[in-house]
């Protein structure tokens, strides 16, 4: 059964079996694919590759930013909520300039969530903690991209990992 190709600007063309060679497509047999029709194909299949690799980190990152920091705002270390709307409260209670209640909880084993009363100094580290760990986060995952988009094998794709 044979198979047809073309090598055009946009890539490859692959027809399927058919009795008729079509106007300017070469023939092959289905395992015995031509190397430069193999070498296009890698290519496009690690390309598709780097690009899964940056959604992978892309997610990673967002759940990372997401998922909670610590800040030692009120003294001793707590943890804070990090979903987007719990960002938004906390930029809220900043800029209000008042001293105000913001649910934390102290590490351990499970997580108790309770509103405690935090001055606007404490509000402020807070808010700063979790500005310094969201762009470690982001410092993170630019250079993991930026080292996708470097790699030039597989094996360097696969050493990269969040």
Known sequence: MKFFYKIDTGGVVRLGSGM????????????????????????????????????????????????????????????YKSEQIDQLNLIGLVTGGVSDYLKCATPGATLVWTYEMHTT????????????????????????????SQATTQADLDVIVW
């Not at 289905?30 to 190397?35: F, H, I, L, S, V």
């Open 20 to 79: 008729v060679e079509p106007k300017g497509f070469s023939p092959y047999t289905k395992g015995k694919e031509p190397k430069v029709l193999l070498d296009i194909l890698n290519k496009q299949k690690f390309e598709m590759g780097k690009s899964e690799k940056i959604k992978e980190i892309n997610a990673a990152c967002a759940a990372a930013i997401t998922g909670g920091f610590d800040s030692l705002g009120l003294g001793t270390q707590r943890r």
């Open 121 to 148: 100094a404490q509000l402020k580290k807070v808010l700063n903690d979790g500005k310094k760990y969201k762009q470690g986060l982001l410092r993170k995952a630019g250079t993991l991209k930026s080292a996708v």
